[in-house]
C-alpha cells in the first residue's frame, strides 16, 4: 500500500471516530445505551470512578448471586427478603426514588409490563431509595401494582450492593429465578423496551 493511501486511510478512520464522539455529544447516546453493549461499557466506565464501598459490603456481579437484602416495604411491616422472597421466576428489580424525573417518567411503562406478565411471567420490584413519606405520597397520585420495598440512600444501599456504586438512577437488575445477576440498567426504559431487554 503506498504512503499517500495510508494516510488517507488514517485520516478517513480518525474522522469517522471524530464524528462518533460528536454525535454521541450532540445528540446523545439514545440508542446505544439501549444495547446490552452499550449497558456494559457504561456500568465499567461509571465502575472506575466510584467510591470504595464500606467495608463489608458486597456487590452483586453479573453471573452471580445476589448478596441478600432484606427490606421493609412502602407501608412498613415485616421485611423482605430480596431475591429470596421472589425466587422460582424471574425478577426485574428498579431502583428508583420520588424526586426523580427520569425515574417518574418510566414507572407507566414498568406497571404495564407488571401488569401483562401476570402471575407467570417476570416479576417487577422497586426500591425506593427515599423518605417512606414521600414516597407514599407519591404513589397515592401514580399508583402500581407492583411491590415497592424502601432503603435508605448512601454508601451501602440497595442500588450499591446490585453493581451501582455510581447510584445513577433509575437503575435496574434483571434476576435469574435462582437469584443470580443477569443484566444492569442504568437509565430509563424507553416505550415498549422492557419486553426485549428481559428476554435477549
Known amino acids: 500500500m503506498k504512503q499517500g493511501t495510508t494516510a488517507v486511510l488514517l485520516v478517513a478512520l480518525v474522522a469517522g471516530g471524530l464524528g462518533v464522539v460528536a454525535s454521541l455529544f450532540g445528540t446523545g447516546p439514545g440508542p446505544l445505551l439501549q444495547t446490552e453493549l452499550g449497558q456494559r461499557a457504561l456500568n465499567a466506565a461509571l465502575a472506575v470512578s466510584a467510591p470504595k464501598p464500606p467495608a463489608g459490603v458486597t456487590i452483586a456481579h453479573r453471573g452471580e448471586r445476589l448478596p441478600p437484602l432484606a427490606l421493609a416495604g412502602v407501608h412498613g411491616g415485616k421485611r423482605v427478603d430480596v431475591p429470596g422472597a421472589y425466587a422460582g421466576r424471574p425478577l426485574i428489580i428498579n431502583i428508583w426514588a420520588s424526586w426523580c424525573a427520569p425515574c417518574i417518567k418510566e414507572m407507566p411503562e414498568l406497571q404495564r409490563f407488571a401488569a401483562q406478565q401476570g402471575d407467570n411471567g417476570v416479576q417487577v420490584v422497586g426500591i425506593a ?54 443484566k444492569q440498567r442504568i437509565g430509563p426504559f424507553v416505550d415498549g423496551e422492557i419486553e426485549r431487554w428481559s428476554i435477549e
Do not use: M
Not at 147 to 161: C, F, S
Open 129 to 182: 431509595l427515599d423518605d417512606a413519606d414521600a414516597v407514599r405520597a407519591f404513589l397515592e397520585q401514580v399508583p402500581v401494582s407492583y411491590p415497592i420495598l424502601l432503603d435508605t440512600p448512601g454508601p451501602a444501599d440497595a442500588g450499591v450492593r446490585l453493581g451501582n456504586p455510581k447510584g445513577v438512577l433509575p437503575y435496574s437488575v434483571l434476576v435469574s429465578e435462582d437469584g443470580r445477576l443477569l
